[in-house]
């Protein structure tokens, strides 16, 4: 089939799969007419205003915002990406590709998928492109410059809906090969965001200073769009050598990530899924393994099997990275108000904290639900010491070094007067921290009633989990963390400026001993309550009944 016959087709399958998608949303006739409104409205509104800046650029009495142009060429394609992906995902599950390839190409019936999912949008965008670049151009006094600002437009959208599209058919490629990735998929989705959100909020608090951003920024590819934009206008001179690279990008990129995007797909419609419940690299839980390797002759044979088992456990169905995932919450709620409030010279402390609750959560929270199919078994052939170390130890491996190394890296960056002394004891802190969660976790976790525990459903996968149904299992993390705080309290105290000045000059000594001292004491509370929570959780252990 030649190159227009294929476009052809490839319209007619996108238009079909958009009057398909338009039925079963069930848009209302009102609401489309609300939406051409408002694109209207946004189309005329942005087209006065990019005549109104383009003449005071002008006449010189203002200059392109280049950085936040940059900025703007690299967030719009990424929102717009992560939108083409899920709608790909969807068109491909209705998409009828066992009658389609019998009539066309794998790339026709790519090219309408990458048209259909692009269509909607392109629509809704087209209008305040060509409104911004008609009306830039007039006031700027160059027309050439409608022309290249379109071509831009239109050249990082084409290659944009592309790379959606394939990332999309990618994706199902490996969920077709990987039954761990099948049933995980979304669990990789919100770790995406939530990497997202962290990477915001650390831009949103000023651990990454807006110069670096920008400096980034410009030399990412799609800021080498805007350079194309602006080569017909007097002010895109300097730019011109990389707007002709992202002509270039274009060019080459849009055959090669058809064709990429081609065999990849034609992969997925030939291969037969996996079954997301096959289990893989299964392992005995005693063999000769890293952990066996490294702590063999330190730590008991049972006590290492309990952690091995729980490792082996988060690695098949990762309920732990559910848990952690209220730690947005506690950031939200806790770490931005404390900040605010007492400067950037708390932020290690306050992280070694959140790093510290997390690892709790994870590995501490729920040692009766993880144990429930074996439960009897567990019960009746180790000893509650074997238990509850072999559980601080599986959370304390994987803990200990985020919660030590995060604030020593906090304390070198916070920009704040740190010694040299405070960075080596919130190294220690951190660690100390991270044992005290994990063993008052457990102590709270192992109050769960073995009659409370219910089937449910692990969210985003489709594997389900025994569990308590309810408030309690919320009320039992509301306890870690409180406690938790209250350990951490004198550090935070102690790392005030309105607290460690005057009280350095009251007593006669550096501010250094102050916050030192602040540390030494929530190290010896978080001793201390580790202690006796171990000691708790022994005794809940041997006690344990089923009734």
Same mark, same amino acid.
């Given at each position: 089939?030649?190159?227009?016959?294929?476009?052809?087709?490839?319209?007619?399958?996108?238009?079909?799969?958009?009057?398909?998608?338009?039925?079963?949303?069930?848009?209302?006739?009102?609401?489309?007419?609300?939406?051409?409104?408002?694109?209207?409205?946004?189309?005329?509104?942005?087209?006065?205003?990019?005549?109104?800046?383009?003449?005071?650029?002008?006449?010189?009495?203002?200059?392109?915002?280049?950085?936040?142009?940059?900025?703007?060429?690299?967030?719009?394609?990424?929102?717009?990406?992560?939108?083409?992906?899920?709608?790909?995902?969807?068109?491909?599950?209705?998409?009828?590709?066992?009658?389609?390839?019998?009539?066309?190409?794998?790339?026709?019936?790519?090219?309408?998928?990458?048209?259909?999912?692009?269509?909607?949008?392109?629509?809704?965008?087209?209008?305040?492109?060509?409104?911004?670049?008609?009306?830039?151009?007039?006031?700027?006094?160059?027309?050439?410059?409608?022309?290249?600002?379109?071509?831009?437009?239109?050249?990082?959208?084409?290659?944009?809906?592309?790379?959606?599209?394939?990332?999309?058919?990618?994706?199902?490629?490996?969920?077709?090969?990987?039954?761990?990735?099948?049933?995980?998929?979304?669990?990789?989705?919100?770790?995406?965001?939530?990497?997202?959100?962290?990477?915001?909020?650390?831009?949103?608090?000023?651990?990454?200073?807006?110069?670096?951003?920008?400096?980034?920024?410009?030399?990412?590819?799609?800021?080498?769009?805007?350079?194309?934009?602006?080569?017909?206008?007097?002010?895109?001179?300097?730019?011109?050598?990389?707007?002709?690279?992202? $002509?270039?990008?274009?060019?080459?990129?849009?055959?090669?990530?058809?064709?990429?995007?081609?065999?990849?797909?034609?992969?997925?419609?030939?291969?037969?899924?996996?079954?997301?419940?096959?289990?893989?690299?299964?392992?005995?839980?005693?063999?000769?393994?890293?952990?066996?390797?490294?702590?063999?002759?330190?730590?008991?044979?049972?006590?290492?099997?309990?952690?091995?088992?729980?490792?082996?456990?988060?690695?098949?169905?990762?309920?732990?990275? $559910?848990?952690?995932?209220?730690?947005?919450?506690?950031?939200?709620?806790?770490?931005?108000?404390?900040?605010?409030?007492?400067?950037?010279?708390?932020?290690?402390?306050?992280?070694?904290?959140?790093?510290?609750?997390?690892?709790?959560?994870?590995?501490?929270?729920?040692?009766?639900?993880?144990?429930?199919?074996?439960?009897?078994?567990?019960?009746?052939?180790?000893?509650?010491?074997?238990?509850?170390?072999?559980?601080?130890?599986?959370?304390?491996?994987?803990?200990?070094?985020?919660?030590?190394?995060?604030?020593?890296?906090?304390?070198?960056?916070?920009?704040?007067?740190?010694?040299?002394?405070?960075?080596?004891?919130?190294?220690?802190?951190?660690?100390?921290?991270?044992?005290?969660?994990?063993?008052?976790?457990?102590?709270?976790?192992?109050?769960?009633?073995?009659?409370?525990?219910?089937?449910?459903?692990?969210?985003?996968?489709?594997?389900?989990?025994?569990?308590?149904?309810?408030?309690?299992?919320?009320?039992?993390?509301?306890?870690?963390?409180?406690?938790?705080?209250?350990?951490?309290?004198?550090?935070?105290?102690?790392? $005030?400026?309105?607290?460690?000045?005057?009280?350095?000059?009251?007593?006669?000594?550096?501010?250094?001993?102050?916050?030192?001292?602040?540390?030494?004491?929530?190290?010896?509370?978080?001793?201390?309550?580790?202690?006796?929570?171990?000691?708790?959780?022994?005794?809940?252990?041997?006690?344990?009944?089923?009734?």
């Amino acid at each position: 089939m030649n190159l227009s016959g294929g476009l052809r087709y490839g319209v007619q399958i996108a238009r079909v799969e958009t009057t398909r998608s338009r039925r079963q949303l069930g848009r209302s006739s009102t609401l489309r007419a609300l939406i051409a409104v408002v694109v209207v409205v946004l189309a005329v509104g942005s087209g006065i205003g990019a005549y109104t800046f383009g003449t005071l650029i002008r006449d010189g009495q203002a200059t392109l915002p280049l950085e936040t142009l940059y900025l703007v060429a690299i967030g719009g394609p990424l929102a717009l990406l992560v939108g083409f992906v899920q709608q790909t995902s969807s068109l491909m599950e209705r998409l009828s590709t066992d009658h389609l390839l019998t009539t066309v190409s794998a790339r026709t019936v790519v090219l309408g998928v990458v048209m259909a999912v692009s269509r909607r949008t392109a629509f809704r965008i087209a209008p305040t492109a060509v409104s911004v670049a008609v009306g830039f151009a007039a006031g700027t006094g160059s027309p050439a410059t409608a022309l290249t600002i379109l071509v831009a437009v239109a050249g990082l959208f084409a290659l944009t809906a592309l790379v959606g599209v394939c990332l999309s058919v990618a994706i199902d490629l490996v969920t077709t090969r990987s039954p761990r990735f099948r049933r995980y998929k979304s669990v990789f989705v919100v770790i995406g965001f939530f990497l997202v959100l962290v990477g915001w909020s650390a831009v949103d608090v000023g651990l990454v200073t807006s110069g670096v951003l920008e400096r980034l920024a410009s030399v990412m590819p799609p800021a080498w769009f805007v350079d194309l934009g602006l080569v017909g206008s007097p002010a895109g001179q300097v730019g011109w050598l990389r707007g002709l690279g992202a $002509l270039a990008l274009v060019v080459t990129g849009l055959p090669v990530l058809t064709g990429v995007t081609t065999v990849l797909a034609t992969r997925v419609w030939e291969t037969e899924p996996v079954s997301a419940a096959v289990l893989h690299r299964s392992r005995s839980l005693v063999g000769d393994g890293l952990a066996e390797r490294l702590l063999a002759g330190h730590v008991s044979r049972p006590v290492l099997t309990v952690a091995r088992k729980r490792w082996l456990q988060e690695r098949r169905v990762p309920q732990a990275l $559910l848990l952690v995932g209220y730690l947005p919450l506690i950031v939200l709620f806790v770490l931005f108000p404390a900040l605010v409030a007492g400067g950037a010279l708390l932020a290690p402390i306050l992280f070694a904290f959140l790093f510290a609750t997390g690892t709790g959560f994870a590995f501490g929270m729920s040692p009766i639900p993880t144990e429930y199919s074996s439960l009897q078994m567990t019960l009746t052939t180790i000893t509650g010491e074997q238990f509850v170390r072999g559980t601080i130890l599986a959370g304390v491996a994987i803990g200990t070094p985020i919660t030590t190394l995060a604030p020593l890296l906090l304390a070198t960056r916070a920009g704040a007067p740190v010694g040299s002394l405070d960075i080596v004891v919130l190294g220690l802190v951190g660690a100390v921290l991270s044992v005290c969660s994990v063993t008052v976790a457990v102590a709270i976790g192992m109050r769960v009633s073995y009659r409370e525990l219910v089937p449910a459903p692990v969210p985003f996968t489709n594997t389900s989990m025994y569990a308590e149904i309810g408030r309690a299992g919320f009320v039992r993390m509301g306890y870690l963390l409180g406690l938790l705080g209250l350990v951490c309290l004198p550090a935070v105290f102690g790392y $005030l400026p309105v607290v460690f000045e005057p009280g350095s000059t009251m007593i006669g000594v550096p501010s250094v001993v102050v916050r030192v001292g602040s540390l030494g004491l929530t190290t010896v509370l978080a001793v201390g309550v580790s202690m006796v929570t171990y000691r708790r959780a022994v005794r809940c252990f041997d006690q344990y009944t089923l009734s």
